[in-house]
């Protein structure tokens, strides 16, 4: 099990870049995979983007393929979202979570970091 917490949130304008952080802390980071998920108001919570536990795949939702990078540091046991030429659509509470290996579902989640982009 980990402890995980977003960070990186914010208001932005449309076009505009965002860098979301998640820091991990109670397991052995680098055996996780990790992901970022969102939930928009009144919406139900999207798959965003992921990272394999070794680092060599990445998976993106095609909404935000080419515009967003997932990233991990081992070293810092944190994983990253880099999101640009944002859109008010990208609008947001962002979430990520972990899941140990292989394992099919993500067992522990984050509190969420705001993202608002406005037109």
């Known amino acids: 099990q980990v402890q995980l917490v977003e960070s990186g949130g914010g208001l932005v304008q449309a076009g505009d870049s965002l860098r979301l952080s998640c820091a991990a802390s109670?397991?052995?980071?680098?055996?996780?995979?990790m992901g970022w998920f969102r939930q928009a108001p009144g919406k139900e919570r999207e798959f965003v983007a992921a990272?394999?536990?070794?680092?060599?795949?990445?998976y993106y939702a095609d909404s935000v393929l080419g515009r967003f990078t997932v990233s991990r540091d081992n070293a810092k046991n944190t994983v990253y979202l880099q999101m640009n030429s944002l859109k008010p659509e990208d609008t947001a509470v962002y979430y990520c979570?972990?899941?140990?290996?292989?394992?099919?579902?993500?067992?522990?989640w984050g509190q969420g970091t705001q993202v608002t982009v406005s037109s």
């Open positions: 990272i394999s536990w070794t680092g060599d795949t990445m």
């Open positions: 109670g397991g052995t980071f680098s055996s996780y995979g």
């Open positions: 979570a972990a899941r140990y290996r292989r394992d099919r579902e993500y067992s522990d």
